[in-house]
């Protein structure tokens, strides 16, 4: 098998052969879906959220990608950045941090930390977005 080291960090790497909290929730509080027609990368990313004390908390996060590795190493890194934060913690996670964290991208994979950013910003807002329906109807 060729060596990756030259073009990704270890960490992505180990997202890539090992993602974290890959996967689907039952009955998820916001869910949201982007994809890229260019590379063809789709996300999708689910979360529940709990309510503790007044603010709500990012309880749990899955997700499943069917893209190339930068795209799964993104999702992947994103949902331990943002697991078990609040809302407001976790809405501070962007494009740029995913990048940072990874320990860099090539150039011609950035666009994947820009989906896993837009994808959990939208599974947010689907969720409030429920929370304001929900309320509605009281």
Excluded: W
């Amino acid at each position: 098998m060729e060596d990756f080291s030259e073009y990704y960090s270890p960490l992505v790497l180990k997202h890539v052969s090992k993602p974290q909290n890959m996967g689907k929730i039952k009955n998820p509080d916001g869910v949201a879906m982007v994809g890229n027609p260019v590379c063809g990368d789709i996300m999708k990313y689910y979360i529940k959220v709990e309510n503790k004390k007044g603010t709500l908390y990012i309880k749990d996060i899955k997700f499943q990608t069917l893209g190339c590795g930068a795209a799964i190493a993104t999702s992947s890194i994103l949902t331990t950045l943002v697991k078990g934060k609040s809302l407001n913690e976790a809405l501070k996670v962007t494009k740029g941090t995913i990048v940072k964290v990874l320990g860099g991208l090539p150039t011609a994979k950035i666009h994947c930390s820009v989906l896993a950013d837009e994808c959990f910003n939208l599974a947010v807002k689907n969720y409030k977005q429920k929370l304001k329906t929900k309320r509605q109807r009281k």
